[in-house]
């Protein structure tokens, strides 16, 4: 009962929070005390696809014990899957009155457009691509990584490579993706243009129905048999595989799951930021992101949404009135959190709840029976 009042509270303050901000923006003047600005519409919609981020960490460590320091990856490259499809969309409204090739690749050279850009003319194909590069990339590191039984800090360190990588591939000129500029100067999307008012409140729109989506996928998962024996593997693997249960084949499933849902949100990113950059890659994000999820508090989903928004709210502040000061903040809340909150924020709250309230113990379920011994 209390888990289903979390998440319909969660669901009202993200639908309900986006809806309230839509109307203040779209539907009062730009004079009024309640009017809200277009800027703060889209910094709402960049913390809500952040939020996807962290909802995607939180399901790989929260439940299957699986530290991720490379997620920001999966992020990124569902972004740049929007943005060459965003490129596609200007035409020969560049710069260069090029219809075929972006203005990059005709800065740089390029006689024709490479074969990987083919199809994404097309919204679907981009859409399809921001879902599927992740799962194909997240689907052969996994296959490898779980297989050899790489676990704990070790994994980390090569999911922070991973990005790495990635983002030292994506800085060359010659992959064909703007080098370390990457894309920007965006015009529209579906033939709306996104300098438009409307178009933003629709995104964020769009983004919290997203994220509210996925945030009932990731519980349904969660709650599920399948949760069950993530959770068993999270907290005694050995015992688990003892069992009879392959631990590597549900990690490798939910380490997919995980980057879909990151890809996704990096789709929905960039055309509310207005540009992607090899710079989504760095490690540093990957990071961050995983401080949202403990702030939040690790194993809850909704505890991911609230850390990745407030952090993300306090680094808004914070580089604005103290810029050089930002990193050692977030340093010292991962510290604080770490040693005060050890369950973070919703940790907290559940602990308030807790106080003078009778302790009741469920009997554990069949299911939970059969997995735990």
């Known amino acids: 009962m209390r888990s289903d009042r979390l998440t319909a509270v969660t669901l009202g303050c993200v639908l309900g929070g986006a809806v309230l901000l839509a109307v203040l923006n779209l539907a009062t003047p730009a004079a ?28 790989v460590w929260g439940y299957a014990g699986i530290l991720t320091l490379g997620h920001a990856a999966f992020f990124a490259l569902g972004g740049y899957a929007m943005g060459m499809y965003l490129m596609r969309e200007i035409g020969a409204r560049g710069v260069y009155a090029d219809a075929n090739l972006p203005d990059f690749m005709v800065f740089l050279g390029w006689k024709q457009l490479p074969w990987y850009w083919y199809g994404f003319d097309h919204f679907w194909f981009a859409i399809v691509m921001a879902m ?60 709306v243009p996104l300098n438009q008012q409307s178009t933003s409140a629709g995104l964020m729109l769009i983004t919290a129905v997203v994220l509210s989506a996925a945030f009932l996928l ?53 055309p509310q930021v207005g540009i992607i950059n090899p710079s989504e890659f760095a490690p540093g994000n990957s990071i961050e992101a995983v401080i949202w999820v403990a702030v939040g508090g690790r194993g809850t989903l909704a505890g991911a949404i609230l850390g990745a928004v407030l952090v993300n709210l306090s680094k808004t502040w914070f580089t604005s009135a103290l810029p050089s000061l930002w990193l050692f903040g977030l340093g010292a809340l991962f510290i604080l959190v770490t040693v005060f909150l050890p369950r973070g924020l919703m940790g907290l709250f559940r602990a308030r709840q807790r106080v003078g309230a009778p302790e009741v113990v469920p009997a554990p379920s069949p299911v939970t029976r059969e997995v735990v011994g």
């Open 32 to 59: 009024s005390t309640a009017h809200v600005s277009t800027f703060v519409v889209s910094l709402v919609g960049k913390y809500l696809c952040y939020a996807m981020l962290a909802l995607a960490i939180d399901l």
């Open 218 to 270: 990731a519980r349904a998962v969660t709650r599920s048999r399948f949760g069950k024996v993530l959770v068993a593997v999270r907290d005694a693997e050995a015992r688990t595989r003892f069992l009879g249960y392959r631990p590597e084949s549900y990690k490798l499933v939910v380490w997919v799951l995980s980057a879909i849902i990151a890809g996704i949100g990096g789709a929905l990113y960039v």
């Open 132 to 191: 599927l590069v992740p799962a194909v990339l997240a689907a052969a590191f996994g296959w490898f990584a779980f297989r050899s039984r790489v676990s704990g800090v070790y994994l980390s360190i090569i999911t922070q490579a991973l990005t790495y990588a990635l983002m030292l591939a994506f800085f060359r000129n010659d992959m064909g993706f703007g080098g370390n500029n990457g894309m920007t100067d965006f015009k529209d999307i579906l033939g």
